[in-house]
């Protein structure tokens, strides 16, 4: 390594941690790393501590902590994001119907929705499996997830194991893991037991509440309640699948319920289960067909950006074995919206690369599985969603975490600003030096800090 050539890149964003250490975050690799102030002497100095520590000021400079002086970080970045797209995994979100036997109040696909009746067509199956095998087989990749949604998907069980099993028997046993997105109501140990068959790897269910909330909240389309239902939905879950992430939605309506929710779940045992993964989030008021029914109720990124942090706490307060992060860990690209690896598959047979798209995002939109070749708009969306590059922005360039957000939702620019390119910050930026500490206390209580720590 060249003397005097070296400086702390400026998108090294630095915060005090415990004991007199300090996080240490490269932007321009979304590595991170604890360190004490002789470590962070060296970042801010590192020619100085060439001769003397020269393995360290290696590390920092492949990690992208440290940059030659003449470095154009803006470029470095802009690069890393790109070759990123292709490092996600292949995935498909396939949306058996959306149709759904809640009416849960705040929902975008819900009775207001003119396509929650439609369906896919009686040779569909076949075209969604032939569409995902060119995908996997056109790609480097030797596994791909398929992620089972809607509306509610196990309304549509059947076209489920047809689909599964074909697809399964085309790419191979070992190569295919399954993920579902289920209300829970129908989640028996039969469905179960089918797909445990096929590597359920993930569960999500939604409880949003103690019973006189979630019932509330989440009505069958008949007005009764669904909780009991679903509790014994989540309970078949956790028997037969190897994660099962519990969301509750936030909202006015159910708030002052949260705390009431946690403590009976508690009481239940579910506190120790080692499978099941909370995980809080904010209403979204993306689609039109609810914006004005939503209007008022759902919270900004800033607000949801303390709200989070609080029940994240509150539900470690009460000594629940995995709380999902308000945030995602840091990498590059936080949206596969623009990674043309992840496709959303419509009961219409569009094909689009985001979910807003149940919600009539129309810019999302790539192809259907019934043409070879996408018609003149959809070339035009995927142009658009291929040059997509949040860096071209100047706040994003400069953003001390970046990696924690990779420019944020595409369809909550589209919503908020009318242009996908114009992003709308995540709740991280709002109190980046709590989100950051709290993600290397979370990782280092799970053990899974696997960067380097100069402790
Ligand atoms: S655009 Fe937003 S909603 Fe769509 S995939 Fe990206 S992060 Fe998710
Ligand atoms: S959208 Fe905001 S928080 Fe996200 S990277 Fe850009 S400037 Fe940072």
Excluded at 22 to 32: A, D, I, R
Excluded at 78 to 100: G, P, Q, R
Excluded at 114 to 126: L, P
Excluded at 176 to 186: F, Q
């Amino acid at each position: 390594m060249e003397k005097q050539n070296l400086r702390k890149a400026k998108t090294t964003y630095i915060v005090p941690y415990e004991n007199g250490k300090f996080v240490f975050l490269s932007n321009l690799t979304s590595k991170v790393m604890i360190g004490d102030t002789a470590v962070k002497d060296i970042v801010e100095n590192p020619n100085s501590y060439l001769d003397s520590n020269p393995n360290v000021v290696k590390y920092l400079y492949e990690n992208g902590f440290i940059v030659k002086n003449e470095a154009i970080e803006s470029e470095i970045l802009y690069t890393n994001f790109e070759k990123a797209k292709n490092d996600i995994s292949l995935t498909f979100v396939l949306y058996l119907t959306l149709n759904c036997n809640f009416n849960c109040v705040y929902c975008f696909q819900g009775e207001e929705n003119k396509n929650r009746n439609i369906t896919f067509k009686k040779n569909d199956s076949e075209l969604i499996v032939n569409f995902i095998k060119k995908k996997f087989d056109a790609s480097d990749d030797e596994k791909l997830t398929l992620t089972l949604t809607g509306g509610e998907p196990l309304l549509k069980f059947p076209l489920i194991q047809e689909i599964v099993t074909k697809l399964e028997s085309q790419v191979g046993k070992n190569r295919l893991s399954t993920r579902l997105i289920s209300n829970g109501s129908l989640l028996d140990e039969e469905k179960c037991r089918f797909f445990e068959k096929h590597n359920w790897v993930s569960t999500q269910i939604t409880m949003d509440g103690t019973e006189y909330y979630h019932n509330k909240m989440r009505p069958y389309r008949n007005g009764e309640g669904s909780f009991q239902d679903v509790i014994k939905g989540l309970d078949n879950a956790l028997k037969y699948c190897k994660e099962v992430i519990l969301r509750i939605n936030v909202w006015p309506q159910n708030i002052s319920g949260i705390n009431d929710l946690l403590d009976y779940l508690k009481k239940n045992g579910y506190a120790e289960k080692s499978n099941l993964i909370l995980g809080f989030h904010q209403i979204q008021n993306f689609c039109e067909t609810i914006r004005d029914k939503l209007e008022g109720l759902t919270c900004s990124s800033s607000q949801w950006g303390l709200m989070s942090l609080k029940f994240h706490e509150l539900a470690r307060f009460k000594g629940f074995k995995n709380v999902d992060l308000p945030l995602s860990f840091p990498r590059m690209l936080h949206c596969g919206a623009n990674s043309l690896k992840v496709f959303h598959i419509l009961p219409d047979g569009r094909i689009a690369t985001c979910w807003g798209t149940s919600g009539e995002m129309d810019d999302f939109v790539i192809g259907t599985i019934y043409d070879e070749k996408p018609n003149k708009a959809y070339l035009k969306n995927l142009e658009t969603l291929k040059g997509y590059n949040p860096l071209n922005q100047d706040k994003c360039k400069k953003c001390e975490v970046f990696a924690l957000c990779g420019g944020g939702c595409l369809a909550e620019a589209l919503s908020e600003n009318g242009d996908m390119s114009k992003s709308v910050c995540s709740n991280v930026k709002y109190d980046p030096e709590k989100y950051l500490t709290l993600f290397v206390k979370e990782r280092l209580r799970k053990s899974k800090f696997s960067t380097r720590q100069f402790t």
